[in-house]
């Protein structure tokens, strides 16, 4: 079959086009002929040897964890889908050797769900990892619920945008950061505050726009976003990171909870985030589609960290 895999780790220029065997689906599995493969932060980190000693991996590699494709082959035991059947999945394994960039990937029947009926092939392959991702911060350490006042941080980003509009249909006031370059985007996804985070501190910001404090931040960028978050939470209010593991004795000293969140794959919450899409509550938007040749120029760009949504390619 056709991949694009890479056979030692390094920058996007390792990328290449190769002819690999094609996947077998093996007990509780489905092998899935891939029509669009969403790209991901992770899959660069992975490509430039980010979890080499984290997950166990093969080389070649063919990365790619998101999914919108075909059912090809059941493996034994899988029941709830049929061959020909449009699904998308978050095809995260044990151990990452067999990804999505390429014509066929099987994937375990628990993390995979029919599609949305209302997107094409390119929009649902940009939601799994994304969707669930932001799905999981939403929900962890008691969720949210209407009135809730939320932070999200990089929320023009992947997991930003699709954040923005769950946590809007929660009934959450919803404040965000970004870039000056996707602040209208921001505000079209119904955040209530758009911070230009290369203008303003958003601790100063969020003193103006909620100076009760929020109950939850979700922290897409790290680093000192992460540091900072703590001091624009209410009292017992909640810091959920999916980069890095936050200050748990600064968060003490605040009375404040945190946590990193690493998400996991879920096709029953892949249903639920369908039927969002189809009744119109939940949108991808998708910055750029590449074909699969062009997977190291989708790679240059995920790796500059100013996608606006997400980056798809197509088979
Ligand atoms: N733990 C997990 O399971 C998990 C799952 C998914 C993703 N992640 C991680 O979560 C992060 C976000 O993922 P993603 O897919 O959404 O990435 P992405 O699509 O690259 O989006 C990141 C966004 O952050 C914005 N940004 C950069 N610096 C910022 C700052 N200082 N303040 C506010 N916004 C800023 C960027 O927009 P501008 O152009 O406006 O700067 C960009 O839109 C990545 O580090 C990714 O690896 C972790």
């Excluded at 249909?169 to 919803?174: I, Y």
């Excluded at 910001?205 to 404090?213: D, K, T, V, Y």
């Excluded at 062009?294 to 390619?313: F, I, M, P, Q, W």
């Amino acid at each position: 079959m056709r991949a694009i895999a890479i056979e030692r780790f390094g920058g996007p220029n390792e990328l290449k086009a190769m002819d690999l065997p094609r996947p077998r689906a093996d007990r509780g599995e489905v092998l899935l002929r891939v029509v669009s493969a969403g790209v991901n932060p992770v899959d660069a980190m992975i490509c430039a040897g980010g979890f080499d000693g984290l997950m166990p991996h093969d080389f070649p590699l063919i990365p790619g964890w998101d999914v919108a494709g075909s059912v090809e082959e059941l493996g034994e035991g899988v029941s709830s889908v049929r061959k020909g059947d449009r699904v998308w999945a978050l095809a995260r394994k044990a151990s990452i050797q067999w990804g999505c960039y390429a014509e066929y990937v099987a994937v375990p029947e628990s993390s995979l769900a029919p599609m949305p009926a209302k997107l094409l092939f390119e929009e649902a392959a940009a939601m799994p990892l994304a969707g669930l991702t932001a799905y999981q911060c939403l929900s962890a350490m008691g969720g949210i619920g209407g009135g809730s006042r939320v932070l999200i941080h990089g929320a023009g980003g992947g997991v930003g945008h699709l954040a923005v509009q769950l946590a809007r249909h929660a009934g959450a006031a919803v404040y965000a950061t970004t870039g000056s370059d996707k602040l209208d985007f921001v505000f079209g996804l119904g955040a209530a505050g758009v911070i230009d985070y290369s203008r303003e501190d958003f601790r100063e910001a969020m003193g103006r726009l909620c100076p009760e404090g929020v109950d939850l931040v979700v922290d897409l960028v790290g680093g000192d976003v992460t540091a900072h978050s703590l001091e624009v939470l209410r009292e017992d209010g909640r810091l959920i990171s999916t980069v890095e593991e936050p200050d748990a004795e600064a968060a003490h000293k605040r009375g404040v909870r945190t946590r990193f969140l690493w998400a996991e794959a879920d096709g029953e919450q892949l249903t639920h985030l369908a039927q969002l899409v189809d009744e119109k509550v939940l949108r991808p938007h998708v910055e750029k589609i590449y074909s699969l040749n062009d997977a190291a120029e989708a790679h240059r760009r995920v790796r500059e960290g100013h996608t606006r949504g997400k980056l798809v390619l197509n088979l």
